[in-house]
């Protein structure tokens, strides 16, 4: 069965520094990850999938099959980075799995 | 374009009443989720389709049931409400196809089983 872990349920940094939220993940097949974010009174929203290697909002993620692990990566925080944080899995069977989220505090 | 709909948005139940969860998607999208949001332990899938009149399980199936009669309308009901099923309530649909990828979230449902 596949599971995503993430590791740290807060996270908390000043603006300016650099910022990792972990996500690593098991599944015997080929998955598509994704990070998603929700904001204070929003709806989760997409952040970034594997597949489509950009940047957004200045975010990265690289997949690491070797280490099943696909980390969230930001060179400098910002305060409006405040959010929680989900990284997410899609099997084979087009089920989406989430982790438990990582709540991300960026102080000034 | 509304997206997805969910109704109601809040609800109180007594332990062992019924209910229903209305999620409703304007996206012509194949997929469709029921998730449960609760602190500490993040999303987790209760059921979802693939298709309308197809339905699966996912990790927390027990005490839920569902059902996708129509392709835009996927509902999530609990036939005798427990107090472990007070939990804020996210449906979720997507395209099919290979990469079908980005989940469309709505606002979620707030429900406490007194």
């Not at chain 1, 599971?3 to 098991?26: D, I, M």
């Not at chain 2, 298709?51 to 996927?74: C, H, I, M």
């Not at chain 2, 427990?82 to 804020?88: D, I, L, M, N």
Request: aromatic share 12%.
């Amino acid at each position: 069965a596949q599971r995503v872990t993430q590791p740290e349920k807060l996270l908390s940094v000043f603006k300016g520094a650099p910022v990792e939220l972990k996500c690593n993940y098991s599944y015997s097949g080929s998955p598509e990850l994704f990070w998603y974010v929700q904001y204070s009174r929003q709806r989760l929203q997409l952040l970034l999938r594997h597949i489509s290697r950009e940047s957004i909002k200045g975010f990265t993620a690289d997949l690491n099959k070797g280490e099943t692990s696909f980390h969230l990566k930001k060179p400098f925080a910002q305060e409006e980075d405040s959010a929680m944080y989900y990284c997410a899995l899609s099997g084979e069977v087009n089920d989406m799995r989430f982790g438990a989220g990582t709540r991300l505090t960026v102080k000034p | 374009n509304a997206g997805v709909t969910q109704t109601p948005k809040f609800r109180v139940l007594k332990t062992g009443q019924s209910m229903t969860l209305l999620c409703a998607q304007d996206m012509n999208h194949e997929y469709m989720y029921w998730y449960r949001q609760d602190p500490g332990m993040g999303l987790r899938l209760i059921h979802y389709s693939v298709g309308e009149g197809t339905t699966a399980k996912g990790e927390v199936p027990d005490g839920y049931n569902v059902s996708r009669l129509k392709k835009q309308n996927f509902l999530l009901g609990l036939e005798s409400a427990a107090p472990s099923q007070t939990s804020v309530y996210f449906c979720a649909s997507r395209r099919s196809g290979a990469g079908a990828g980005e989940l469309f979230f709505g606002e979620g449902s707030r429900l406490t089983v007194l």
